[in-house]
């Protein structure tokens, strides 16, 4: 999905920590929003031909057998959003109580 919607879609881990049986992983995605992108969210964004950072962490624990028991990702949304063109507005908490 990400490698149709982005020209030059770049994933590159750029860090790795280890300690017992957690891994964490930063990792960095980079492109330029050129084709649609569907499926994300809610329906299509159409390619604005803006370039693109995102930053994730991810977390994993393995088993005693070295295979993979689980995953945790991290990452911003409302900046990833921002730089495909869409606007949000935030709510007014105290309005809406």
């Avoid at 969210?41 to 693109?52: H, K, L, T, V």
């Avoid at 689980?70 to 730089?83: A, G, H, I, N, R």
């Amino acid at each position: 999905m990400m490698r149709s919607a982005f020209r030059d879609f770049a994933c590159e881990r750029v860090m790795l920590v280890e300690q017992g049986d957690i891994i964490a992983a930063r990792t960095i995605m980079t492109g330029i929003f050129s084709g649609a992108l569907h499926g994300t969210f809610a329906g299509s964004i159409e390619p604005n031909g803006r370039p693109m950072r995102r930053e994730l962490l991810n977390l994993f624990r393995y088993d005693g057998e070295g295979r993979l028991a689980e995953e945790w990702v991290q990452y911003d949304d409302l900046s990833f959003l921002e730089q495909l063109g869409i606007e949000l507005e935030v709510a007014d908490r105290a309005s809406s109580a």
